[in-house]
């Protein structure tokens, strides 16, 4: 069978992280040391130093730019579980809104917004909601594209890694 190579790289405070897998085995893995500052609680800083590192770590180590998985930190997310009375799908979508608009405390305009249905439960429906600064995304998007990167995907650190254990209640 065949199976994809993914990258994943993790932007961390004092490094970048890589980590190349082929299905469930690891292929190849690196890290590149960052400079004091230029990370700051998951925050990119300094975007041009940050690109230049994951250039150099990917040049050194061979590792490929496509299908590339980046993890960023959830310090700064916000999460909700939310219950709602089960209605339409674009009903939905607008109570979300609306309930995001009370639940999270700073404006809709400075964060990415994401939500799923966790479980139909009879006339109730569970909803997971989370925020992430945009000034986080952006600038770690900008490093990535400094280092001819386009994300296939972007996940926050905590989440991504109970996935990867695969339990229900991590």
């Known amino acids: 069978m065949f199976e994809k ?5 993790s932007i961390e405070n004092d490094s970048v ?3 190349l897998t082929k299905g469930k085995q690891v292929v190849k893995w690196g ?8 990370v700051r609680d998951g925050l990119v800083s300094e975007i041009q130093e940050v690109g230049a590192a994951i250039d150099r770590l990917l040049t050194e180590q061979q590792l490929p730019r496509r299908q590339v998985a980046v993890a960023i930190t959830g ?3 916000i999460f909700r579980i939310l219950t709602f009375p089960k209605m339409s799908s674009s009903l939905l979508a607008s109570t979300v809104m609306r309930e995001a608009k009370r639940e999270i405390p700073v404006p809709l305009e400075e964060v990415y917004l994401s939500w799923q249905i966790l479980a139909d439960r009879g006339a109730l429906q569970e909803v997971f909601l989370v925020s992430v600064p945009r000034e986080l995304v952006d ?6 594209r400094l280092a001819n990167i386009r994300p296939s995907l972007m996940d926050l650190k905590p989440l991504a890694l109970a996935r990867a254990i695969n339990k229900s209640q991590a």
Do not use: F, H, K, Y
Not at 31 to 38: A, H, I, V
Not at 139 to 144: D, F, N
């Open 31 to 38: 890290t590149r040391p960052l400079q004091n500052g230029w």
């Open 17 to 19: 992280r890589a980590v």
């Open 75 to 77: 310090l700064r997310a």
């Open 139 to 144: 600038a770690s998007v900008q490093a990535l």
């Open 5 to 9: 190579e993914i990258l994943t790289l």
